[in-house]
């Protein structure tokens, strides 16, 4: 048997000098493809679609049979609250899926600095999920058009613009929140649960509290920085102050990749 020579410096010099570099643009085509080609994301797209399309023809029609005043922006954004777990179960598998398949391995063997995993394939899904939700919008649109009187004023951007470009924007927010925790806890049903957690049960949870008095009304008042009630905030029509609602979805969208990117560092694949 013939015995392989351990690797030398030199050989490392040779691997490093090599002129095939995997560039960033790369890593985001290549990411682009892994999204693109699962089936498991064109079903989520497909769900977030279906559900914030006929939620809003929904309250739609049932604004118009109570004579209206339901402002028409807000019926297209309604929905939201639960397309966001949609978008949240997204962001979770696009990153748990591949270390369930081990896919993981080749994406840091082609790509060793983790940092720029994780902010390729935030860049990817947040693309993908904000072209998603304005095309969601636009079709949404014109599907509740016809039952309401009154259209979407395009003329005051604060009660149409804005809150459709916020709730885009929020969308965006709970994907990422779905991949940080993804890439922290690496397990499909560990992150979905967590991320349904956040987005979902604990809005109902710290509402719950505004009932006992005073003394645990400080409960009550945290919800207002958990991500729903911010999203809220924002894309409310006509809405003033909203520093502090942008600022909590930006914490919202950033610690949890952070924590997933050093997780990733400090961690073996």
């Known amino acids: 048997m013939t015995a392989l020579a351990p690797a030398t410096r030199a050989d490392a010099g040779l691997r490093s000098a090599s002129p095939y570099r995997l560039s960033f643009a790369h890593l985001l085509h290549s990411e682009w493809i892994k999204l693109t080609t699962l089936r498991s994301t064109w079903w989520s797209l497909g769900i977030t679609a279906l559900l914030s399309i ?3 023809m929904m309250i739609a029609s049932a604004s118009a049979q109570f004579g209206g005043g339901f402002p028409a922006v807000s019926a297209i954004l309604s929905p939201t609250q639960f397309t966001m777990l949609v978008a949240g179960i997204l962001g979770a598998i696009v990153i748990t899926g591949e270390y369930s398949t081990g896919m993981i391995r080749s994406t840091l063997t082609a790509e060793p600095l983790r940092g720029a ?6 860049v990817v899904v947040s693309v993908l999920i904000a072209l998603t939700t304005v095309v969601t919008y636009a079709l949404a649109i014109a599907a509740t058009a016809p039952f309401l009187a009154e259209g979407i ?5 604060a009660q149409s613009v804005v809150p459709l470009a916020l709730g885009v924007l ?6 990422l929140i779905g991949l940080g925790f993804g890439f922290i806890l690496r397990n499909g049903a560990g992150a979905i649960a967590v991320t349904v957690g956040v987005l979902f049960v604990l809005p109902i949870v710290f509402s719950l509290f505004a009932m006992f008095g ?9 919800a207002e920085y958990l991500p729903m009630n911010a999203a809220s905030a924002v894309t409310a029509p006509g809405a003033q102050d909203l520093t502090v609602p942008l600022l909590t979805l930006a914490a919202w969208g950033l610690v949890p990749l952070v924590g997933g990117w050093a997780v990733l560092r400090s961690r073996d694949a």
């Open 170 to 175: 929020s969308m965006v927010v709970f994907t």
């Open 117 to 122: 995993v994780v902010v390729a394939k935030a």
């Open 214 to 222: 005073e003394s645990w009304s400080w409960i009550a008042d945290l």
């Open 54 to 56: 006929g939620i809003s």
């Open 153 to 157: 004023d395009w003329s005051e951007p």
